[in-house]
């Protein structure tokens, strides 16, 4: 009969690994996963085997493969053509609106900004934008202001950089770039043309 310590520890093992495995967004090597939990390559090994075992049965839609490497989660393959219609069928994410745009280019350009700071840019409340871009992890805190009242600081996040298709904050055009295009592209809008 086995200790019931050590299958508690399994069992905590197993959800480690099950957790670390499905958050990471590529293939976990078991001496990375050793090393990070404190095991042996070999215990981790047993435990993938075990969890393997485990998604590869019919109430799951999710298989533990090993993948250059590294273990990782994959879609079973038949329900591939399931998923890509409900894929398809779901609505996209709503836009952001123009406040929301505006809010976003504003943290990314003078980050870390409080929302004070924003407002007085803005020349108008948006403590609900900022609400919504925290929702969509657009933004997130970026520690207190030394400032007296030491208000909360906002900065992009990884999110932004996806959402707006850029490799780095390096690639956002500089501020005299802005100026010139908005110039050039009123003086094409009829409405503002003289």
């Known amino acids: 009969m086995s200790d019931p310590a050590e299958a508690l520890s399994d069992a905590r093992l197993l959800a480690l690994l099950e957790a670390a495995i499905f958050v990471s967004p590529g293939p976990l090597a078991p001496a990375q996963l050793a090393r990070a939990m404190g095991e042996t390559s070999a215990r981790i090994a047993a435990l993938a085997d075990t969890l393997a075992a485990e998604f590869a049965k019919p109430q ?3 298989l533990l493969r090993t993948v250059a490497g590294g273990y990782q989660f994959i879609t079973k393959p038949e329900h591939n053509q399931e998923l890509r219609e409900l894929v398809e069928n779901l609505p996209p994410p709503p836009p952001l609106s123009r406040a929301a745009m505006e809010t976003a280019a504003i943290i990314a350009y ?4 409080t ?3 924003i407002e007085a840019i803005r020349g108008v409340r ?3 934008t900022l609400r919504t871009l925290l929702k969509c992890k657009i933004i997130a805190p970026a520690g207190r202001a030394r400032t007296r009242g030491h ?3 906002y900065k992009t996040t990884r999110r932004f950089l ?3 298709g850029l490799e780095s904050l390096e690639e956002l055009p500089s501020l005299e770039e802005l100026r010139q295009r908005e110039s050039f592209l009123m003086d094409l809008d009829p409405l503002t043309a003289k």
């Not at 003078?110 to 900004?113: E, G, R, V």
């Open 110 to 113: 003078k980050q870390p900004i």
């Open 126 to 128: 948006n403590r609900e």
């Open 151 to 153: 208000a909360m600081q």
């Open 162 to 164: 996806i959402e707006f």
């Open 60 to 62: 799951h839609g999710l």
């Open 115 to 117: 929302a004070a700071e």
